[in-house]
């Protein structure tokens, strides 16, 4: 379980940690990378959805808690059936299911091809195969679910373009799953990054990424996350 890792990563790097400070420790994520060729145009709709998978759900749903125009961003798992959509067995890696979170947003503030640039750039690495720091297997693959054929075009042309600057140093290796249904996390893992600040998993994982998304995207920066627990 990712909790117990927090006592993980404490033995191997709690020394040296205290000896030159966590923001020295922890390397920002950051990669400038280009806005999408192509993009969705804003329509009549007042909300649109993305789902994304990048590792650990904890990190990905932070990140877009504090990008402005998102107006949800929800844990959960995608890729497998709702009978397995529960976090012990998703742990097992044998389920199919991804970590995820599921991106409600105004399409008039912040388009699907700018959520992809956040979440390429400062949500995860895609270039590692089954893995995301510290975590390995099937549910921690980088993904994009797409709800609309647009958006597997749009997600599948982005990743083409990207590959094509070499900007990463290696290639992308994000699958693109439509037709796949999202079931949210249990309550425990929602908003947990702002809720647990100073948990050693999330200092040295995710808060870099956050500090990355207001380094690269001031204008889309919130300081105040949007929770999900806060409306129920």
Not at 86 to 93: P, R, T
Not at 114 to 130: E, G, R
């Amino acid at each position: 379980m990712k909790i117990s890792k927090s006592l993980q990563i404490l033995g191997a790097v709690g020394v040296l940690a205290t000896a030159i400070g966590w923001r020295v420790l922890a390397a920002e994520p950051v990669h400038s990378i280009p806005v999408p060729a192509a993009d969705e145009a804003p329509g009549q709709a007042d909300s649109e959805t993305a789902v994304l998978a990048g590792g650990c759900f904890w990190g990905v749903q932070g990140v877009f808690e504090h990008v402005k125009g998102v107006t949800s961003a929800v844990s959960g798992y995608t890729g497998g059936d709702k009978r397995s959509a529960f976090y012990e067995i998703v742990s097992s890696g044998m389920t199919g299911h991804a970590e995820s979170v599921k991106i409600t947003y105004d399409p008039h503030q912040i388009s699907y091809g700018k959520i992809l640039q956040i979440y390429f750039s400062v949500a995860h690495d895609p270039t590692t195969l089954n893995r995301q720091g510290p975590d390995s297997g099937t549910q921690y693959r980088s993904a994009v679910f797409p709800g609309t054929d647009e958006q597997a075009k749009i997600a599948k042309d982005y990743i083409a373009q990207l590959d094509k600057t070499g900007i990463f140093g290696a290639p992308i290796v994000t699958k693109i799953e439509p037709g796949r249904t999202f079931y949210a996390a249990e309550d425990y893992h929602q908003d947990y990054l702002t809720r647990n600040p100073r948990d050693l998993y999330i200092v040295y994982n995710d808060l870099p990424k956050v500090a990355a998304l207001k380094k690269l995207f001031p204008d889309l920066y919130k300081e105040e996350p949007t929770r999900v627990m806060a409306s129920r």
